[in-house]
């Protein structure tokens, strides 16, 4: 206050370096005011994101990380047992196919046979009708 009750006496190039100096530690109050400002939103969020500084607080949080480990480990065994039974279902799928393709195999040889066992029963019955003209007049 006194630097400012000051600038009414003062003249000239005193009272202009003066009042920029005034102007200069203004904003640098107008600076701080926004720092501040600033940090207490950043402290308040905080706070909300962590629930409070009480010790209360500390034992909620802690109680509520036991809680989320708990389930971290129980989600971990649900998931080890259910790769188990994929991996089982896997080797039943692949025991499948193989079974399958040993089917498919043994059927293309059963129709292979049935289509030779045609040719040579038709070639038969040719042969048959031939000899049963030769005889029949």
């Given at each position: ?131 049963f003209r030769r005889f029949v007049p």
């Amino acid at each position: 206050m006194a630097k400012t009750g000051r600038i009414i006496n003062l003249t000239g190039a005193e009272k202009k370096a003066c009042v920029r100096e005034t102007e200069r530690h203004l904003e640098e109050a107008n600076e701080l005011k926004r720092a501040l400002i600033a940090f207490s939103d950043y402290v308040r969020s905080r706070d909300e994101l962590l629930g409070g500084d009480d010790a209360n607080d500390v034992e909620d949080q802690k109680a509520r990380l036991l809680d989320n480990t708990e389930k971290l480990e129980r989600s971990t065994r649900r998931l080890e047992s259910g790769y188990k039974t994929s991996v089982e279902t896997e080797k039943i799928g692949f025991q499948v196919l193989e079974d399958l393709q040993s089917q498919r195999e043994t059927l293309k040889r059963a129709r292979d046979r049935l289509r030779d066992q045609d040719a040579e029963l038709g070639r038969s019955s040719r042969i048959l009708t031939g000899m049963f003209r030769r005889f029949v007049p």
